[in-house]
């Protein structure tokens, strides 16, 4: 009984460690192409050399990916694993086209005559086509088939519900894998654009974490005032960042920054604190 339990667990994590396959049966008439291809952070220069660090910001883990064709037509199909699903949906937004509507396949997703994508739990799904012309419908046979294959939340992340809509350019809201606001110690956060400035939300480890990075921003800016917000919080005006409000509320720092001087940022932080659980 022992045996077979410990066989269970070693399949299940080989399973794991070998990422999902993707393969070519997702459309009938359609075969691979070459070997199939993994990649892993410390190689993945060689596949997609010049933009790698679009991928390992995103804190990237592995890719997997295969190559189909029919006729002259090939699909470059890849499946890249990132370490959350915050980071998979991070990295769909940070690679969606902007003219084109983003829909709901897996998590989000977006289909072109030639490229598709989208994002479900913590896996970025991505699909190429060549030659040129208009790919679009067997690149969404392949989207729809594979939604389902993997598993796993279709829920975008919190904290994208929780910025005030009023105002809001819905489309401007995105993951900042690293130095949100242009500090390095506010090491990754969620972003959106308003009409006037910009609202922040930064995940920390726990409240404490959260109450000692808000001390170091605050000697940071300098000249900052109290703010009666949250658990605590300050605003200033700075050369580089406008008008600015930041509050902590438990673990998340949070708040709006570059507006103009006729703007008062606390009515505006308190919106976004009001939306916070």
Known sequence: MRQAALLLWAASWLQAAAGIQPDCSAVPGWTQ?????????????????????????????????????????????????????????????????????????????????????????????????????????VLRAFLTHWEKKIPGSTKAPDAVGWFPEEGLNKDSVRLIPESVLGFRMLRRGYQALYAKGKAVVVPEASPEAASGLLAKLKDRIGNTKPAALGDEAFQADDKFLGRICIFRKGRFLAGFANLPADTDPLPLAQKLLARMP
């Open 33 to 137: 192409k070459g070997p199939l291809r993994t990649y892993i952070g410390e190689n993945l220069y060689e596949y997609i050399n010049g933009n790698s660090e679009g991928y390992l910001v995103y804190n990237f883990k592995r890719m997997d990916g295969v190559t189909c064709a029919k006729g002259e037509v090939e699909l470059v199909f890849d499946i890249s694993e990132m370490e959350s699903p915050d980071f998979a949906w991070g990295i769909l937004v940070s690679n969606r086209d902007p003219n084109r509507p983003v829909e709901k396949i897996g998590t989000a997703g977006q289909v072109g005559p030639r490229r598709a994508i989208f994002a479900k739990d913590k896996y970025f799904v991505e699909i190429a086509a060549n030659p040129a012309g208009d790919h679009s419908q």
